[in-house]
């Protein structure tokens, strides 16, 4: 997972703007492929890649296969989005990478993440990688994508969710109280510095409820939520 292309703003989620903001999981190899070459053109920019390696332009790997993509659109344009990739028998693409075997935390992780993320079926855990949006004075986009997490979650009965994310993102999320829970030391990765992390989407849920309660309402709201989000 890799930071978004915006500094921390206020959070306006309600801001009132006249952009139409959709939030959606693609339904179209069509779609997919429009994302891959989106998250390639911010990777590119933010020089997280060789660009020789990829002559095609696109963004893309083993994983894919076996991903959901969520996307944020304004209006017709894609402004965001992240990848989604599920347990199979390659497992996930951070978990070796970084060390981690996510059913067997060491003791230097909290007691009750280790207890939370033991007690489930692998299955039911999602790691988030290409964590990806413009650069915009107009919103946050983590928000969006917060609301993306939340819904997929719901309708796919997700409980948690690994990643591997950028430390300025981790910064930005504790400010908009979203409880990214540490379960590895960082390390330097696709080109930053990268802290393993598990978020609980109950805990997200709980906590911007108390905390951050626009946020909260936003993301409950589903009135931008297009298509099909069963996958």
């Known amino acids: 997972m890799k930071k978004i292309n915006n500094k921390p703003r206020i959070n306006n989620c309600n801001s009132g703007q006249k952009e139409k903001i959709t939030i959606k999981l693609a339904d179209s190899e069509t779609e997919i492929r429009k994302f891959q070459k989106f998250s390639f053109q911010i990777y590119e920019e933010l020089q997280w890649l060789n660009r020789n390696d990829f002559p095609d332009g696109i963004l893309a790997d083993k994983y894919d296969a076996e991903s959901a993509f969520i996307i944020i659109y304004s209006d017709s344009e894609i402004i965001g ?3 989604l990739v599920k347990s199979s028998e390659m497992g996930f693409p951070h978990e070796k990478e970084l060390g981690i075997d996510l059913l067997n935390l060491g003791e230097a992780v909290d007691a009750d993440i280790r207890k939370k993320i033991y007690k489930l079926n692998k299955n039911r855990i999602v790691e988030t990688t290409r964590f990806v949006g413009q650069r915009t004075g107009k919103r946050i986009l983590t928000i969006d994508l917060a ?7 719901f309708y796919n009965d997700i409980k948690a969710c690994f990643m591997a994310v950028d430390l300025k993102v981790f910064l930005l999320m504790e400010k908009l109280f979203i409880p990214l829970r540490p379960v590895g030391i960082p ?4 080109g930053s510095w990268v802290i393993p992390c598990v978020l609980i989407v109950e805990d997200m849920m709980s906590s911007l409820k108390e905390k951050n309660t626009e946020a909260w309402k936003y993301i409950m709201d589903k009135s931008n939520l297009h298509g099909d989000w069963r996958s």
């Not at 609301?147 to 979650?153: A, D, F, L, P, T």
């Open 147 to 153: 609301k993306g997490w939340y819904w997929y979650s």
């Open 81 to 83: 989005g992240m990848r």
């Open 187 to 190: 390390k330097y990765c696709e």
